[in-house]
């Protein structure tokens, strides 16, 4: 035994003898060895911590193909016992086997497999091939492949190979394992690889991506989706693939990824490929070796066979004359700087907002310290640089009483159409209209004529919107410059509670925009408009246009109406998947746009909470964790003026929007709110109400019966089925 695993083992003796002076009889024992052929498959689930390591990995290319590899636990400990359970399957460890070939004639470099089936597409060695999988006197095990690599013409031992593989069922209980490992089979070190894509980026949408049941590294993934991966006259090579299906390409494959909804720009490269992350030296190939298939799958539009939508190229060898590094970075710019497209098109400044501070004077009005800046320098919102038009806009929101809540935990605008808050546009202000404007130094005062309500509560004041600038001079706009949207509560006010991380968003959206881009990457400035107060308000329309129409018919009261409160809208659209009605209501704009969710993929696991939500804090519990605060407002999901929702006209319909709260809208507790909006099915309704909750009942019906949810007594954060134990909660 080493030096060092012999220190160990002395401090792990050490740390049992310390657990055995309290008391406490079981105690991990960093000699033992565990035997999975004696354990049941939940004992086996239970081991902590299993994994392959990657310094015990070693492959020899002889007469035989050899792979030896230990298993061990969290402790260190040799896990034995698992060429026991080839018998009940022999496909539990499979390897496959690539060379690297070097790229000619403007092509990157690529894998090429050994292994391939009677079709040659290549596959996996494993012992329903012939392969033998042994356990050695050291505890370790060797694989021997049934395929003879070194006999195979294209073997070459002074190239880089990447040994790839898997171990698991789906019965065995044992955690699933995966192997990537790199190697030169003449021993010498690797100096070449193609590491393109690393599994973390993946796995910042898709939580954990797994396919074909135990497949989760993407090193792993290439070992057979590679340029010679072709089935039925279609690309599978892992570039071609991965890009037409985040690209929705209806043509490939009949359409069967067509309904993907890819929730960012595809001009976001870095996404998915950076040269700055280390372990992705190759992460900048997308502009460094442009060719046929990386950029035409995702350039759906052009065929380089046939010359449509880009001259015809017979190969890859004249792409990087015409695409430079510099040229595909030029082309793939968007007018927003994000993390992983930072650049922004000549003449287009980066824009920021802040708002430093707020004050309220004795009538209610607000005077606000804030600044927009153009690469760092004050805009003057007085007099605009060059080019700029349109203008930014404040928002003005608060609570006041409601349902016999003195001091509500959520915004509700009260006194305004459809619980909306007050939109001032700087422009008008600084014309005069609104208020007064100054700007110097390195901030600006705005005093707004607009006022807060007397009595009102958890006031706060939101920067969004945006300017347009144009950069030829031609009196056009050619681009928007949106940005990052702020909001401020006034000092001594009580905040509203945070319960979306921003920046996990981000990990799928990389730039969300709401509303045309006037409200963006900030979702304290959502809760400003989608509060408990608001509905979709398509019932409003009186000439509702073609589109519409075609989809719903003519009778605008007849219309879906949904509730737009920020709990329920954001389950309802991310849980698509798992509802069993679709999440559908029409907003009464351009005379009727239709929204119906259901066609969004969620590319994760639609139960794991923590995708968006905060996770426990010292101070909080995890903000997706029963109870929610006190002090909620129960959600609007119809705003009606007669208690069976049926109103006789439009007019009828627009008179209760502007009169919100009424005692005749249909309302949403606010705990059942939140789950029914992911959990709709019949049972689940049943459930929710047989336990206080209400869904669609008269708001005055609910006051009157005095309803009170009692899921905590189930749910709540230590009982037997509290959120985090029903749901598969998993932090990333």
């Keep these: 035994m080493k030096i060092k695993e012999l220190r160990i083992g002395k401090l792990m003796l050490l740390a049992c003898l310390a657990v055995a002076m309290m008391g406490i009889s079981s105690c991990i024992n960093p000699e033992e060895v565990i035997d999975v052929s004696t354990m049941t498959p939940e004992q086996r689930a239970a081991i902590i911590g299993l994994t392959i390591p990657h310094d015990s990995i070693k492959v020899a290319i002889g007469r035989t193909t050899d792979v030896t590899f230990a298993v061990t636990d969290a402790y260190g400990r040799p896990v034995v016992g698992i060429e026991t359970l080839i018998a009940e399957d022999d496909r539990?460890?499979?390897?496959?086997?690539?060379?690297?070939?070097?790229?000619?004639n403007g092509d990157s470099d690529s894998w090429y497999s050994y292994v391939r089936d009677e079709d040659g597409v290549p596959t996996y060695d494993s012992p329903r091939q012939g392969g033998i999988l042994a356990l050695n006197p050291d505890n370790t095990y060797t694989y021997t492949f049934a395929y003879d690599v070194s006999g195979d013409a294209a073997f070459d031992r002074t190239v880089t190979h990447r040994l790839g593989g898997q171990m698991g069922n789906e019965g065995s209980?044992?955690?699933?394992?995966?192997?990537?490992?790199?190697?030169?089979?003449?021993k010498k070190p690797v100096t070449s690889t193609r590491d393109i894509v690393l599994t973390s980026s993946c796995n910042e949408c898709h939580g954990r991506l797994v396919v074909h049941g135990r497949r989760y590294e993407v090193g792993y993934c290439v070992t057979c989706h590679n340029p010679d991966c072709v089935a039925e006259g279609e690309s599978f090579d892992m570039v071609v693939m991965t890009h037409k299906i985040h690209a929705a390409d209806p043509e490939y494959l009949g359409g069967e990824f067509a309904e993907v909804t890819y929730p960012q720009d595809l001009l976001n490269c870095r996404k998915c490929h950076d040269s700055a992350d280390e372990g992705t030296p190759q992460g900048d190939n997308w502009k460094n070796k442009p060719s046929i298939d990386a950029c035409g799958s995702c350039h759906t539009g052009v065929n380089f066979a046939t010359g449509e939508g880009h001259p015809a190229q017979a190969n890859n060898s004249a792409c990087a004359t015409c695409h430079p590094p510099t040229a595909i970075e030029t082309a793939h710019l968007t007018s927003n700087a994000t993390p992983n497209n930072p650049d922004l098109p000549a003449g287009v400044p980066e824009i920021a907002y802040a708002i430093s501070d707020v004050s309220v004077a004795g009538n209610g009005a607000p005077t606000i310290t804030f600044a927009i800046t153009a690469d760092g320098s004050l805009v003057d919102v007085n007099?605009?640089?060059a080019g700029f038009s349109g203008s930014p806009s404040f928002l003005i929101a608060w609570s006041l009483p409601q349902d016999g809540i003195a001091t509500p935990a959520d915004y509700n605008n009260l006194g305004r159409k459809a619980a909306q808050p007050i939109s001032v546009s700087i422009a008008d202000i600084a014309a005069g209209d609104k208020g007064s404007v100054t700007c110097s130094g390195s901030s600006c005062t705005a005093t707004l004529t607009d006022t807060f309500p007397a009595g009102a509560t958890m006031r706060a004041i939101g920067l969004n919107g945006y300017y347009s600038?144009?950069?030829?001079?031609?009196?056009?706009?050619?681009?928007?410059?949106?940005?990052?949207?702020v909001v401020a509560p006034v000092p001594g006010d009580e905040v509203r509670r945070v319960v979306i991380d921003n920046n996990k968003c981000f990990n799928c959206h990389e730039w969300f925009e709401g509303h045309g881009g006037n409200r963006v990457l900030n979702m304290e400035i959502c809760v400003l408009c989608h509060v408990p107060g608001l509905s979709s308000s398509g019932r409003e329309i009186t000439e509702p246009s073609d589109e519409v129409v075609a989809a719903l018919g003519p009778d605008t009261l007849s219309y879906p109406e949904a509730t737009q409160n920020m709990k329920e809208m954001i389950h309802g659209i991310h849980a698509s998947a798992v509802r069993t009605t679709d999440y559908e209501h029409v907003r009464n704009r351009n005379n009727g746009l239709y929204f119906n969710w259901s066609e969004v993929t969620f590319p994760t696991d639609a139960g794991n909470c923590l995708v968006c939500h905060i996770d426990a804090t010292e101070d909080l519990p995890p903000t997706y964790q029963l109870p929610l605060a006190e002090n909620l407002l129960m959600t609007t999901n119809r705003t009606t003026g007669v208690a069976d929702g049926m109103d006789a006209t439009q007019a009828?319909?627009?008179?209760?929007?502007?009169?919100?709260?009424?005692?005749?809208d249909w309302v949403f507790t606010p705990a059942t709110g939140a789950c029914y909006s992911c959990h709709d099915s019949g049972e689940a309704v049943a459930h929710m109400t047989l336990n206080g909750g209400a869904i669609d009942q008269n708001r005055s019906a609910v006051l009157a019966a005095g309803t009170v949810e009692t899921?905590?007594?189930?749910?709540?954060?230590?009982?037997?089925?509290a959120v985090d134990k029903v749901h598969t909660i998993v932090s990333y």
């Design 92 to 104: 539990f460890v499979r390897f496959a086997l690539v060379k690297l070939v070097a790229g000619t």
């Design 173 to 186: 209980g044992l955690t699933p394992l995966n192997v990537v490992h790199d190697f030169v089979p003449d």
């Design 469 to 485: 600038i144009d950069t030829t001079g031609d009196g056009e706009s050619d681009y928007s410059l949106h940005t990052p949207s």
């Design 383 to 385: 007099n605009l640089p």
């Design 652 to 664: 009828d319909v627009t008179t209760a929007r502007e009169n919100v709260p009424n005692d005749t």
């Design 711 to 721: 899921c905590t007594v189930c749910h709540g954060g230590d009982s037997s089925h």
